[in-house]
C-alpha cells in the first residue's frame, strides 16, 4: 500500500490534470456551468416532494422532512456521480494506457477526486439552504469523518466498476439497475428509523446507510442511532475500498490486452 502511494505521489502531476479535464469536459458547453453541480440536486428534492406528497407517506409540513431530503440527495448524488464517471475512466483512457506508463489506478482516482471537488463546492449552497429554513445546528465536527469515509467507498467501489467494465462491457447497463435500488435501499427519502426494527441491524450493512445518516446527524442534529452500529456500516466502506485496490492490481496487467 505504501508503495502505491508513492507512485501516486510520483505521478501528482498527471492526476491533478486530469482532475482539472474531467472537471472542464463536464461543464465543456454548458451555459449555466457550475450550477448544474446544484440544480441536479434540487430537480431531484423538487420531484421527489411533490410525488411523495401525492402519495400522502409523508408530513411535508414537518420542517426537517425537507432538510433531510435534501441532505440524503446531495449526498447520494456524490456517489451516483462517481459510479457513472468510473465505468468509463480505463475504457476511456485507451490511448493513454497503451501509450503511457503511470499507475493505472489514477485514472478511476481522478474521477473521484473531480466529484469530491463538485461535492465540496455544492456543501456551502447545503449549508446557507439550512440556515435559510432555520434548521437546528448539527455536530459539525462529525462533517470531515463521513465526508472521508464516503470518500473511502466511492474510489473503492469505482476502482472496481472501472476494471469490471473493462471486461464485461454489460456492467455499465446492470449498474443502471442496481443504482436504482441501491438508492432505495438507503435512507435518502425517509429517516432511518422508518426501518423495521427486525431489519435495521442488516441495512447497516450497506455503507451508504450510516453516511447518510451521519452526515444528518452532522449538518441538521439528527439522531445518530446506535454508535457501533453505524461502525459497522463505516467500517464497510474501508472494506470495500481494499478490496477494490486489490481487484484493480490485479486486473491491471491486462488491461492493455483489452482495449
Not at 443502471?176 to 432511518?192: C, D, E
Not at 447497516?204 to 446527524?217: F, K, Q
Amino acid at each position: 500500500m505504501l508503495r502505491l502511494f508513492k507512485e501516486i505521489y510520483a505521478f501528482r502531476d498527471l492526476l491533478w490534470i486530469l482532475v482539472g479535464r474531467n472537471l472542464k469536459i463536464r461543464y465543456k458547453r454548458s451555459a449555466l456551468g457550475f450550477l448544474w453541480t446544484f440544480l441536479n440536486p434540487v430537480f431531484m428534492i423538487i420531484i421527489y416532494s411533490i410525488f411523495l406528497r401525492i402519495l400522502k407517506t409523508y408530513d411535508p409540513s414537518n420542517p426537517v422532512y425537507l432538510q433531510m431530503i435534501v441532505v440524503g440527495i446531495v449526498v447520494w448524488q456524490f456517489l451516483a456521480m462517481c459510479v457513472g464517471d468510473s465505468l468509463h475512466a480505463v475504457v476511456g483512457n485507451a490511448s493513454l494506457v497503451k501509450k503511457t506508463t503511470f499507475p493505472r489506478i489514477i485514472l478511476p482516482l481522478s474521477t473521484v477526486l473531480a466529484n469530491l471537488v463538485n461535492f465540496l463546492l455544492t456543501l456551502p449552497i447545503v449549508g446557507l439552504f439550512l440556515v435559510i429554513v432555520r434548521a437546528d445546528c448539527g455536530n459539525l465536527l462529525l462533517l470531515p469523518l463521513f465526508i472521508l469515509t464516503q470518500f473511502a467507498l466511492c474510489l473503492g467501489v469505482s476502482l472496481i466498476l472501472s476494471g469490471m467494465n473493462l471486461f464485461f462491457r454489460d456492467t455499465e447497463h446492470l449498474m443502471n439497475a442496481v443504482m436504482l435500488a441501491w438508492f432505495f435501499l438507503t435512507p435518502i427519502i425517509y429517516g432511518f428509523y422508518m426501518i423495521p426494527v427486525s431489519f435495521q441491524r442488516l441495512a447497516l450493512l450497506n455503507p451508504m446507510c450510516g453516511i447518510v445518516t451521519g452526515y444528518r446527524a452532522a449538518l441538521i442534529g439528527t439522531d445518530l442511532m446506535a454508535p457501533r452500529l453505524v461502525a459497522v456500516s463505516l467500517a464497510m466502506s474501508w472494506l470495500i475500498l481494499m478490496l477494490g485496490v486489490s481487484l484493480f492490481q490485479r486486473w491491471q496487467v491486462d488491461f492493455g490486452d483489452k482495449l
